[in-house]
């Protein structure tokens, strides 16, 4: 392999153009807008807006119910409930994740317990879900993290053995396809976000599929993002049996995921053909582990992260990170800077200030090494940004920046 001078030692850059940039916004939201403006209200249940967002969801992702919530966190939160989460359950999920996916079973009282993951999808690994299941486990958040699905058939398995519900946490992965099937209509439940750094935006959001179908789950479901209002057609029942937050949707964010939801699949279709085009190109070079999407598998890249094997390069990540950086590229070490569970409040464990609580009901800890894997991805992770406003060009030169990196730190 030619070794040519790198940027960060007074070589020319590869990358000289700036990025493609576009408008996520324009005259279809502003219009939108309007409308639900001229609504007089901006209540979600005297308007028609997260109505036609939910509708038009729905029809995408053939379910026949969702529901509408105010954040990505919020919609976890509901389909916990739903689901019937309480104090004391455990709760299985991916220590590589948003702490969005964690808020919710806290708020329940339930207690997070982390499954291991693979190490080139990054999506939980269903032994080690299966190793952490007790008699307290009641769900697993399976995370499909970066657009990328997590391997449901052993974990749909798994969960109907043991009878755990599912959750699926799809915030980082829209119009991704596990073997053909749309991700969030797998498990029982599936969750959105339309927060302002998803592949699509209300400013903040979120939406949560009822998988079964049954319109008495749905009520359920619907209520818990209302304050457990039973909220259908012009009847009102307020009578509370358990506590349920606020969590609606204004007529506003459904107005503008009207919009949104429209140009979803042209985004997504760009992020999945830019992604695979990295993972074909950079496959084989010293050093470099792409992303791996399993075969029949259809990813939609929320970002791209390969990972280094520093066994082959004569650097550190940090190394070839600023390396490929000086290059033009823009590149970040890792994702999250450790797994969750190293977070101070999995560590003190205080969800709650001046509390163990729900911790102390099983002694429950967490130690560095729990989830070896997770822990060395993020040691090893380089994560590029991917948007479906980069053109090919800008693709095309991302790749040359890793083949000049890896080429030059390569050993062999
Ligand atoms: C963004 C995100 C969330 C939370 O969504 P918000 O809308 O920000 O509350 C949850 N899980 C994952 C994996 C996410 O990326």
Redesign the pocket.
């Known amino acids: 392999m030619n070794r040519a001078e790198l940027a960060i030692h007074g070589g020319s850059k590869v990358k000289t153009t700036p990025f493609g940039t576009g408008k996520r916004f324009g005259f279809e939201e502003v219009s939108e807008l309007v409308e639900a403006l001229n609504q007089n209200t901006l209540f979600y249940h005297f308007g028609g807006k997260v109505k036609q967002f939910l509708h038009d969801f729905n029809e995408i992702y053939g379910v026949r119910y969702s529901v509408a919530a105010s954040?990505?966190?919020?919609a976890?939160h509901v389909a916990l409930g739903a689901a019937g989460i309480t104090a004391g359950d455990e709760v299985i999920t991916s220590p590589i994740?948003?702490q969005?996916?964690l808020i919710g079973i806290l708020y329940q009282n339930a207690i997070p317990v982390f499954a291991d993951l693979d190490p080139h999808t990054y999506n939980m690994d269903p032994h080690s879900i299966e190793a952490r299941i007790t008699g307290r486990t009641k769900a697993i958040v399976v995370?499909h993290?970066a657009g990328n699905a997590a391997d449901m058939d052993p974990i749909m398995e798994i969960a109907r053995k043991h009878k755990l519900k599912v959750i699926e946490?799809c915030?980082?992965s829209y119009l991704t396809k596990y073997k053909g099937k749309l991700v969030g209509t797998i498990g029982d439940y599936g969750c959105f976000?339309?927060?302002d750094?998803?592949h699509i935006s209300t400013g903040?959001?979120?939406l949560v599929t009822v998988n079964s179908g049954d319109e008495k789950d749905y009520h359920v479901t619907h209520a818990f993002a209302d304050k457990n209002y039973q909220r259908f057609g012009s009847s009102v029942q307020r009578d509370l049996h358990h506590l349920a937050p606020n969590y609606r949707m204004t007529e506003l964010q459904g107005a503008v995921g009207i919009a949104q939801l429209k140009k979803l699949g042209s985004i997504c279709e760009r992020r999945q053909q830019y992604g695979d085009r990295i993972t074909a190109e950079i496959g084989g070079l010293p050093g470099i582990e792409p992303h791996v999407v399993e075969p029949g598998n259809e990813c939609t890249y929320?970002f791209y992260m390969f990972r280094l094997n520093l066994s082959e390069l004569s650097c550190t990540r940090t190394e070839f990170c600023k390396a490929l950086e000086a290059e033009g590229i823009p590149n970040m070490e890792g994702y999250i800077p450790d797994v969750v569970y190293m977070q101070p409040l999995f560590q003190n464990r205080t969800a709650y200030p001046d509390s163990h609580y729900p911790f102390e009901l099983t002694g429950m800890t967490y130690e560095r090494g729990l989830c070896p894997n997770a822990e060395s991805i993020l040691q090893t992770a380089v994560r590029l940004p991917v948007n479906e406003f980069y053109t090919e060009k800008d693709i095309g030169e991302m790749i040359a920046g890793i083949h000049k990196v890896a080429s030059f730190y390569g050993k062999r």
């Open positions: 954040s990505g966190t919020a976890i994740t948003d969005g996916t995370v993290l946490d915030a980082q976000s339309t927060n750094f998803k903040d959001g979120g929320w």
